[in-house]
C-alpha cells in the first residue's frame, strides 16, 4: 500500500509515525491496521531515495517496529539496498548496482530484483521465483 502511516503507537500515533513510499503486510503479518494508521512493523517496506529525505535515518526507527525487510532505492547513484531483520537490527543484507550485476533475494516475499542497464536510466528487473515472470520497471 502507498503512502501508509506507521506508528510504534495505537493511541495517540500522530506522535511518532513514518510514512514509507510502499508498505506490506500479509495476511499472516503481525502488524494491525487501526484505520488512520498501521501499528507494528509490515513484511516489507520500500523507500525511495529523494534529495532532502531521510530514509537512512528512519532505518533504525523502522528496526524498532520489527520490519522485515526494507528496499531502499536510490537514484542518484542508481543503487537498490536491501536491509533485513537480524538481531533486534535491520542488517544491509545486498546491493545492486548497475554496474555490478548482483541479484537481491526477498525472504518476505517471492521476488528477486536486480539493476540493468536501460537506454535514458537503469531499470529495476523484478523476477517471481515461482514462476520466473520478469518485469521491467
Keep these: 500500500m502507498p503512502g501508509v502511516n506507521l506508528s510504534d503507537r495505537q493511541d495517540d500515533w500522530n506522535q511518532n509515525y513514518r510514512v514509507p513510499d510502499v508498505a506490506v503486510a500479509l495476511n499472516d503479518s503481525d502488524v494491525i491496521d487501526c484505520g488512520t494508521h498501521w501499528f507494528g512493523g509490515p ?20 528496526a524498532q517496529l520489527r520490519v522485515k525487510e526494507l528496499l531502499i532505492f536510490d537514484r542518484n547513484p542508481w543503487s537498490i539496498e536491501l536491509f533485513r531483520w537480524q538481531q533486534n537490527e535491520l542488517i544491509k543484507v545486498g546491493q545492486a548496482d548497475v554496474d555490478y550485476d548482483q541479484m537481491l533475494t ?29 518485469w521491467m520497471v
Excluded: F, H
Design 106 to 134: 526477498c525472504v518476505s516475499m517471492p521476488i528477486n530484483l536486480r539493476l540493468r542497464p536501460g537506454e535514458k536510466r537503469p531499470q529495476i528487473e523484478v523476477v517471481a521465483r515461482e514462476t520466473d515472470k520478469t
Design 43 to 62: 513484511d516489507l517496506l520500500v523507500e525511495v531515495v529523494s534529495e532532502g529525505d531521510q530514509t537512512r535515518e528512519k532505518i533504525p526507527w523502522y
